[in-house]
């Protein structure tokens, strides 16, 4: 199963590319600064020294963000874009920005390092109710992983999987989901790093896990065991859009 972030004084440093003499007051930042950024996380973009009213291109690397912004009478623009999801576990990368109506303006920040988001379980015990979760890239909020389970809509419970590690959040571990009384079922697992459960986090890839009944009948009659197959999880692709 796969499923595919320091107080900033100032704007982070940008580069000018082929800028001309009258773009030199151009510039590109981005908020927050953070030493590692994973997909779907949302971040703040600046740009100044652009064509007043124009159209502006923005690009994460070479992935274009649509629509872009519109720069105000003032030359400037401002506004919110996710993290685009990577195929790499990380990259560096970085945002850029063109002046469509003079492309001789195009600035770009500083390297950024970028975590894939991703997920994974695995069967780790004997009868699946135990899972080895793979995740990293969960860089908004807590630097702990939950999952919430739900099951037709209603709470089951809110479970800590455990502690994220390292700039880009990373995270190991071997985590019973269910008891072996569970009722059987589909369930849906939600995972983010809040304690509480909130539908439509960006970072929130979900997934299923079936618990089933197995019986098995002996000499001495029918006996009942709960087990578990991992279903499929999914992750959100990052949108390509400015806000």
């Not at 590109?28 to 949302?42: I, V």
């Not at 971040?43 to 720069?71: A, D, E, H, I, K």
């Not at 002996?218 to 991992?230: D, L, P, V």
């Amino acid at each position: 199963m796969r499923v595919r972030h320091a107080a900033l004084g100032a704007l982070l440093t940008i580069g000018a590319l082929a800028a001309p003499a009258g773009a030199q007051a151009a510039s590109l930042g981005l908020l927050p600064a953070k030493a590692c950024y994973g997909a779907a996380e949302k971040v703040s973009l600046f740009g100044t020294g652009f064509t007043p009213g124009g159209p502006v291109t923005v690009r994460q690397g070479l992935m274009t963000l649509n629509p872009g912004p519109t720069v105000d009478a003032t030359g400037s623009f401002a506004g919110k874009a996710f993290i685009q999801q990577i195929s790499a576990k990380e990259e560096t990368t970085n945002f850029n920005a063109t002046d469509q109506n003079n492309p001789a303006i195009t600035i770009a920040t500083g390297p950024l390092r970028v975590s894939q988001l991703s997920l994974s379980g695995t069967k780790a015990g004997a009868n699946g109710l135990i899972q080895r979760i793979r995740a990293r890239g969960f860089t908004s909020g807590r630097k702990v992983l939950y999952a919430h389970v739900r099951r037709g809509g209603r709470k089951i419970k809110n479970l800590r999987i455990g502690r994220l590690q390292g700039a880009c959040r990373t995270l190991n571990v071997r985590k019973r989901f269910f008891s072996s009384g569970a009722n059987p079922g589909v369930y849906t697992l939600y995972f983010d790093t809040a304690r509480r459960f909130k539908k439509g986090r960006s970072q929130q890839p979900r997934g299923t896990l079936t618990v089933f009944r197995i019986v098995r009948r002996s000499a001495a009659g029918a006996r009942a065991a709960t087990s578990s197959q991992s279903g499929v999880f999914t992750s959100p692709s990052a949108i390509g859009s400015w806000r």
